[in-house]
Structures are given as structure tokens and as C-alpha cells.
């Protein structure tokens, strides 16, 4: 079992800079892959990035070069780090698990606010 518990959100300015925080706890071993998700009101949750447990790495095209996945193994802990935050990224942002059986795993989520 794993339990995902994300933190850093917040209210941040346009153009601002938020680092958000997935711990696990548990078995985080059995996770192959993680992932960053958002969801804005009134619409669908959408892949933000993803991280394997090798290390490789990919961001949706709509962050990319302002957003960076990243992982510490010594500290269960997987990071989203957002730089140049517009209005259009306010969300409740959710970070996922998945086993190498296939299950996942979420998280509470946490909200991000843009705004001035």
C-alpha cells in the first residue's frame, strides 16, 4: 500500500513560482511511474508530467519549459517545480502513482491559485 500526500500550493502573482510536493509513503518502490495532474473547475484532469522510476521524464506541451518533474528517492518524494505561472494554471493539482501490478494510486490533491 501507498499513500501520496501532496503540499506547496498556493496563491501565487502571475509570473510567479510554486514547487510542489508528492511524499509517499509506504512501499514507494513498487511505483514505476508517477505523475503530476491537474483539474480546473468545470473541466477534465489533464497530464501535467510524468517520471519514471528510472528518470525519465516528459511534460505536456502547454508547460513545457516552465514546468519540471523531478524525484528523491532517499526522500519518497516526487516534485513539481512551476516557473512562469499564468492565470490558466490555476488548478487542484494531484499527484499519481502506478504499481508495476498496474494499480494507482492518488493523492488529496492541492489547490494552485494564479492571480494578482
Known amino acids: 500500500q501507498v499513500q501520496l500526500v501532496e503540499s506547496g500550493g498556493g496563491l501565487v502573482q502571475p509570473g510567479g513560482s510554486l514547487r510542489l510536493s508528492c511524499a509517499a509513503s509506504g512501499s514507494f518502490s513498487i511505483l514505476v511511474a508517477m505523475y503530476w495532474y491537474r483539474q480546473a473547475p468545470g473541466e477534465q484532469r489533464e497530464l501535467v508530467a510524468t517520471?519514471?522510476?528510472?528518470?525519465?521524464?516528459n511534460v505536456a506541451d502547454f508547460v513545457k519549459g516552465r514546468f519540471t518533474i523531478s524525484r528523491d528517492n532517499a526522500k519518497n518524494t516526487v516534485y513539481l517545480q512551476m516557473n512562469s505561472l499564468k492565470p490558466e494554471d490555476t488548478a487542484v493539482y494531484y499527484c499519481k502513482g502506478i504499481s508495476l501490478a498496474g494499480r494507482s494510486y492518488w493523492g488529496q490533491g492541492t489547490q494552485v491559485t494564479v492571480s494578482s
Open positions: 517520471i519514471t522510476a528510472g528518470g525519465g521524464t
